[in-house]
């Protein structure tokens, strides 16, 4: 428990310097004494958080990149390869073609079909100007004959990964890791890859090999739009809970985006130009423990863990064997 007393500090000065709601202080500390790994919960960015950040960069498609740079970070370093030298003789001069999203990663194609992935894990952030510190800015593109005159990739805990592929490394690296996105997976998909798991239906929607993108919070706020208990295990869903699933997925995931993510009351997302999503200020059931749910104005919103990660639902409406209809469908 030593290290709790800075981190409230922290937390309660970051969401006080950047205006965001205010935290509870009192939920934190009883979270915390219940689960110390409670940072685990906050592992953002997920799909929303990315697809913002991959959108906010669009400008730099068309620039040619003139030098890159690891500018001096006395913090944790991230995982960087190739070094600096190689990867900034790799990319120099060559012109930015794409930006696309992969699972809960930024991929900048270039013009020879090298790829600069960025995976900002946890605290990691994808900008086009105006990083929250200096501290902790990990790589510049300076950019020119475009829209945008550089692209940055920050992250305050340095959990976060930069890499260079080759277009023959993306099938390695990258895909065999990830399964179908999960705003382009069909229902079908989804049954094939998890319908004969045993484990939890929350724990499995976080297999990015199963489905790329969803994490910790949105999996909460999908199950609670399907109706569907978090603890259902995966082989006694049946088919039309796995359409709800599945529909209740893109719903929640293009809400989110609609709102340009979540930032929660850490502060640390930002989108491309640092600023906030609002789509925390939508939750239904994360981090709303002890709330009234929303829907049948009946029972409080439940907090449990599950692979030590916490969950959030409404005992009532999602009940299992799923005789509870979706909010998606009406
Ligand atoms: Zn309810």
């Excluded at 958080?49 to 370093?77: D, F, K």
């Excluded at 796995?242 to 640390?268: F, N, Y």
């Excluded at 906030?276 to 104005?297: I, M, P």
Aim: net charge positive; with cysteine.
């Amino acid at each position: 428990m030593a290290f709790a007393a800075p981190r409230i500090l922290w937390v309660v000065q970051g969401a006080i310097s950047v205006g965001l709601r205010k935290p509870s202080v009192g939920h934190f500390f009883r979270d915390l004494a219940r689960n110390p790994n409670r940072s685990n919960n906050h592992l953002m960015p997920e799909l929303p958080e990315v697809e913002t950040m991959r959108r906010g960069v669009l400008p730099i498609i068309g620039c040619r990149i003139r030098s890159a740079e690891r500018p001096p970070c006395p913090r944790r370093p991230i995982v960087f390869t190739p070094r600096i030298d190689a990867f900034d003789r790799r990319v120099r001069d060559q012109r930015i073609a794409d930006v696309i999203r992969r699972g809960k990663r930024v991929m900048v194609v270039l013009e020879d079909e090298q790829t600069i992935v960025m995976e900002p894990r946890m605290t990691g952030l994808v900008l086009l100007s105006d990083p929250p510190t200096t501290d902790h800015l990990r790589l510049r593109l300076n950019l020119s004959d475009g829209l945008a005159h550089q692209l940055l990739f920050w992250d305050r805990r340095g959990l976060g990964t930069v890499r260079l592929l080759k277009k023959s490394e993306i099938a390695t690296v990258v895909d065999a890791k990830l399964g179908v996105d999960a705003l382009s997976i069909t229902a079908d998909q989804l049954r094939d890859k998890l319908g004969k798991s045993r484990r939890a239906i929350k724990v499995a929607l976080l297999d990015q090999s199963a489905v790329a993108g969803i994490g910790n919070l949105y999996a909460a706020e999908i199950l609670f739009l399907a109706g569907i208990d978090p603890r259902t295990r995966c082989d006694q869903l049946t088919g039309p809970q796995w359409k709800r699933i599945q529909a209740c997925t893109s719903e929640v995931l293009l809400e989110a985006i609609r709102h340009e993510g979540s930032t929660l009351s850490d502060g640390t997302y930002r989108n491309a130009i640092n600023g906030e999503g609002s789509y925390q200020n939508y939750h239904r059931v994360y981090d709303r423990a002890d709330s009234t749910c929303s829907r049948c104005g009946l029972a409080a919103i439940s907090r449990i863990v599950q692979s030590q990660r916490s969950t959030f639902f409404c005992p009532v409406c999602q009940q299992k064997r799923g005789q509870h209809k979706s909010l998606a469908n009406g």
